[in-house]
């Protein structure tokens, strides 16, 4: 009974990391990202917030000492738009929660369906990404640009006089998660914002054209508007038909209040111009992801003050939308004065290169500042997170990392990474494999095969 206990204490103590203790990061190049580098300083870590951080800071007694050894220290990476945690395996049906079918549209809600055990999270973590935002498709379009093609189908949910006549246009909600192992809920905040599409994924969607596309967002904005101000008439079937379930609606309000933001996947300059004056005639806000011609608009984007989401690699005409995607899109936006957060791909099992993307921007005219800053402090910002992490700031949850090197390199990897201030074990799936397949009798061959 007790080597019962003893095991069980032993499997939960794996299972989850120690509690936040004092940690003191030294030797160390420190990029606060909302201030200017420390070539040589150390960083402590008390109770999972970051405690202090300067080139004279004193380590606390008793604190766990890190010795970066001239490695570079930097807040944890955001992945700003990704389905980390809502799938596993792009082709099994049953392992993707990052969209709906038919039924709910602007309602869907990624959050729930969100695995804090899934095999990616610490092969996201070994690359330095601390959190993600996480952001719906719109699925049954035959895929597009930024999306993957579904064809699961959710129960439909309506009250009053809602409408069937609309097609699904909205993703669904996205939400915020914090990869820390062990936790039995990562997510940090959800119903963070609406995602919806334009061009050729959504034109698909509302039916082949462009136009109506705009047409059926712009009306679920103007039912959202007299649901909100008339929902007790709505209850009892004294309103108009609506085009979208109540559930839709409802997701809708905070749009329609500028409360939280349509994520919009757009990819030509023209697509984009229709995004920004939907943002400015219906009052909303937006944030762009994609954006592959966006150099070409990056001065109107600036004045709109709209952020973007940007995936340097995509430099190649795979479509007619894209026919203008360039390298240096990056650098162009951030010139004009476009604040750029920086994406790997949106799959679950790539996140890593987003850092390597940083550093193509880099290589392409994008400052090495911008480039930090738009895989860290940007995408906190875009999601209101900002308060909480994206910078090395005294009062910040300690969400960490310790690299070997320039972070932005491809021969520089993690060393340590701490997620509130505890250390997080280097557990992704290859990992895993190795420990239970690296172990051999006499025979030489290893467990499994004996």
């Not at 945690?85 to 369906?113: K, Q």
């Not at 973590?125 to 064809?151: C, K, M, N, Q």
């Not at 109540?246 to 329609?256: E, F, K, N, S, T």
Request: with cysteine; net charge negative; aromatic share 4%.
């Amino acid at each position: 009974m007790i080597r019962s206990l003893l095991f069980a204490s032993a499997a939960c103590a794996l299972a989850f990391p120690a509690a936040a203790q004092t940690v003191a990061i030294v030797n160390a190049r420190i990029e606060p990202v909302s201030s200017a580098a420390i070539p040589n300083g150390t960083l402590v870590i008390k109770d999972g917030k970051i405690a202090a951080l300067g080139a004279k800071v004193t380590v606390p007694a008793g604190a766990k000492v890190i010795d970066a050894k001239g490695g570079v220290v930097t807040p944890g990476f955001i992945a700003p738009s990704s389905n980390l945690g809502a799938a596993e395996v792009n082709g099994v049906r049953e392992t993707r929660d990052d969209g709906t079918g038919n039924a709910l549209s602007a309602a869907f809600d990624i959050s729930y369906g969100i695995n804090p055990a899934s095999t990616f999270i610490g092969l996201a973590r070994d690359g330095g990404i601390t959190s993600s935002a996480v952001t719906p498709v719109l699925t049954g379009t035959g895929g597009g640009a930024h999306e993957h093609a579904d064809d699961g189908v959710v129960e439909e949910m309506t009250a009053g006089k809602s409408g069937d006549g609309d097609p699904p246009l909205f993703g669904g909600q996205a939400a915020f998660i914090r990869l820390k192992a062990g936790a039995p809920d990562i997510v940090e905040a959800s119903k963070l914002a609406v995602t919806v599409s334009l061009g050729e994924s959504g034109a698909r969607a509302a039916g082949g054209s462009r136009g109506a596309d705009l047409v059926l967002i712009r009306s679920a904005l103007e039912d959202a508007r007299a649901f909100a101000a008339r929902r007790a008439a709505f209850e009892q079937g004294a309103t108009r038909d609506f085009g979208l379930s109540r559930l839709d609606l409802q997701a809708l309000i905070p749009v329609v209040q500028g409360k939280i933001p349509l994520l919009i996947r757009v990819s030509r300059a023209a697509d984009i111009r229709q995004a920004l004056r939907l943002a400015a005639e219906e009052r909303v806000k937006i944030v762009l992801e994609g954006v592959e011609e966006g150099w070409i608009v990056a001065p109107e984007i600036a004045k709109a003050g709209v952020p973007v989401i940007v995936d340097p690699q995509d430099d190649l005409p795979g479509s007619f939308e894209t026919l203008g995607s360039r390298l240096d899109n990056a650098a162009r936006l951030n010139a004009a004065g476009v604040s750029v957060a920086i994406n790997g791909s949106r799959d679950f099992n790539n996140l890593r290169q987003e850092r390597l993307n940083a550093g193509l921007a880099v290589a392409n005219g994008l400052p090495y500042a911008a480039a930090l800053a738009g895989v860290t402090l940007i995408p906190a910002k875009i999601w209101g997170q900002d308060g909480k992490v994206g910078s090395l700031e005294v009062g910040k949850l300690a969400d960490v990392v310790v690299w070997n090197g320039d972070p932005l390199e491809t021969s520089s990897w993690p060393t340590t990474v701490l997620v509130g201030g505890v250390e997080q074990p280097k557990d992704g799936r290859h990992e895993q494999l190795k420990a239970r397949y690296v172990a051999s009798d006499q025979s030489g061959y290893p467990p499994a095969y004996r």
